[in-house]
């Protein structure tokens, strides 16, 4: 039969509380994230974890969902949002699309060269960072038909694109190789507005609004990145797939 | 599984003193289940702070045009300072909140120990003298084990919330990805009305939580912290442990 020896005496019970007390002390690693010249870096690198993840669960071949017409919002309640001006006053006459890096074809390309690929239209949700959200109808040419029509290099990992009012941004290939990322001409059936991004824009049911950059004047096929983004230069998440 | 219960004596000089039992103690916390909660505290405190920042950015569940605006919240009662500084700590520390989650419930499972807080059919007679006693004046009825009937529910009620928050959390943030638990809440739009709902849900508890804390003292409180509770009130006599064991 065992013999339990139930007791403890009190100094060996302090001595026992105050070890497991002393187990917890991994907690305080968290105090890492409140001084501030680790904070920074620390945030950095989880926002820089959470994009490599995004990366990892994005599929080529998955397609964002797409509506029934009844579905879409009515074009006066598309909100226009940009981040300096809403109109560059682009001149229409005389605008092109400049195209170089890793391409066989680079130079100057007309809206007609666009219009000229196959047209896809599609009714998909735009989200934007600030939480907000709206369907819309958009039309254009897949932005995988433009590359190719440029010659551009198969082994090409990033595109560059830049704006009449000076905004910025980059897109992996894979997600610029998606079947519903959109060099986009047309909202609701109409050309472009304006404020909505005239004459040409990304649209890209993958991706956050704030990568849907609008009024593009240069787009740059490179193999590394480097001009990431006017927002991402902010502090916010470069990938941000949906 | 039942906690084991020790003896705690007066240190004596002579080996023939009988011994002065001043208190019993019960290894009721594991060391996982401590690191995980104060852990999780934390990363749930920034996860609502940084949360709340996000939605000041829009903080609205109808359209952008015309905006109704919900509630405003506080900048100062907010975690990053702006939009970005929000999304920052809200994307590196659900990595920590989610980590913690599933260490936690990994460990409850395969330990065993899961038996201490999951909510049974067995525990529904037990929730209403518990919930009288609290709210109604009851008087108290006998405590037989770690947990109560209502502490239980309310534990695995907040184990299912924080499992939901992360599923929400996931169709809010990629709501293409992850079409198929966006499709099951509605769609991103309501998506993100449930990851709101769920926060204040949380909340609740928290407050409920942390005003049972205060209410039961300190022995209570310091369970927590060594994993020891003094003087349990379930104590029964029958329950031993070996010195050697203690602490395992």
Redesign the interface.
């Known amino acids: 039969m065992k013999n ?8 060996k ?1 302090r001595q ?6 002393l ?2 002390t ?2 305080l690693a ?1 105090g890492a ?1 409140a001084i501030p010249p680790l904070q920074e870096g ?6 820089h ?2 994009d490599w993840s ?1 990366a990892r ?3 080529k071949g ?1 397609l ?2 797409t509506f029934d017409d009844s579905d879409v ?1 009515p074009f ?4 226009i949002n940009g981040y300096d001006i809403d109109d560059p006053g682009v001149d229409f006459d005389t605008w092109t699309l400049t195209v170089s890096g890793a391409v066989q074809k680079p130079g100057e390309y007309k809206l007609s060269q666009v219009q000229a690929l196959p047209r896809i239209r599609q009714n998909t ?1 735009h ?8 369907v819309g109808r958009f039309g254009g040419a897949r932005l995988s038909d433009f590359l190719n029509l440029v010659g551009a290099d198969p082994a090409a990992r990033f595109i560059t694109v830049s704006c009449a009012d000076d905004y910025y941004e980059s897109l992996d290939i894979a997600t610029a190789r998606h079947p519903q990322t959109l060099l986009c001409y047309e909202m609701y059936d109409q050309p472009l507005s304006r404020e909505h991004g005239a004459p040409l824009r990304l649209q890209i ?2 991706k956050i609004g704030y990568k849907q950059a609008k009024y593009l004047t240069e787009l740059k096929v490179t193999h590394v990145l480097e001009k990431v983004g006017y ?1 991402e230069d ?4 470069w990938f941000y ?2 | 599984m039942r906690e084991s ?8 000089q002579k080996e023939d003193d009988a ?1 002065v ?2 208190a019993r ?1 019960v290894y009721e916390h594991p ?1 996982v289940v ?2 995980c909660h ?2 999780n505290a ?2 749930l405190f ?1 996860m609502v702070g940084s949360g709340l920042q ?2 000041r ?2 903080p ?1 569940f109808g ?3 015309p ?1 109704k605006d919900l509630l405003h919240w506080p900048r100062a009662f907010a975690i990053g300072g702006w ?3 929000g ?3 809200h ?6 909140y989610i980590a913690t989650g599933i260490v936690y419930l990994g460990y409850q499972i395969f330990s065993g120990n899961y038996r201490q807080v999951l909510f049974t059919r067995r525990d529904i007679p037990g929730v209403w003298p518990m919930v009288r006693h609290y709210f109604f004046f009851g008087e108290k009825p006998p405590a037989r084990e770690a947990y109560n009937s209502l502490q239980k529910q309310a534990y695995t009620a907040a184990i299912i919330l924080g499992i939901l928050s992360v599923l929400t959390g996931f169709a809010v943030w ?4 992850f ?1 198929w638990l966006a ?1 099951l809440m509605g ?3 309501y998506a ?1 009305i449930w990851h709101f709902a769920v926060m204040w849900a949380i909340l609740l508890f928290v407050f409920g939580h942390l005003v049972m804390v205060i209410l039961h003292g300190w022995n209570n409180f ?1 369970s927590m ?4 509770k003094k003087d349990p009130e379930y104590f029964d006599p029958n329950d ?4 050697d064991e ?2 395992k």
């Open positions: 339990y020896n139930r007791k403890m005496d009190e100094k019970f026992v509380s105050r070890r497991e007390l187990k917890l991994p907690v968290l994230f620390l945030l950095k690198k989880g926002l974890f959470s995004a669960l994005f599929r998955h964002a969902p919002a006066a309640k598309f909100p949700r989200i934007c960072v600030e939480g907000w959200d709206v049911p993958t927002w902010q502090g916010y998440s797939g949906l | 219960v020790i003896e705690i004596v007066q240190a004596t011994a039992v001043v103690a060391l401590r690191l104060w852990i934390v990363a920034v996000i939605f950015a829009f609205s359209a952008k045009i905006q939009l970005g500084g999304l920052q700590w994307l590196t520390f659900m990595w920590i990629k709501p293409v990805q079409s499709w769609g991103f739009h993100r310091v912290l060594t994993g020891w031993a442990m070996r010195e203690v602490g």
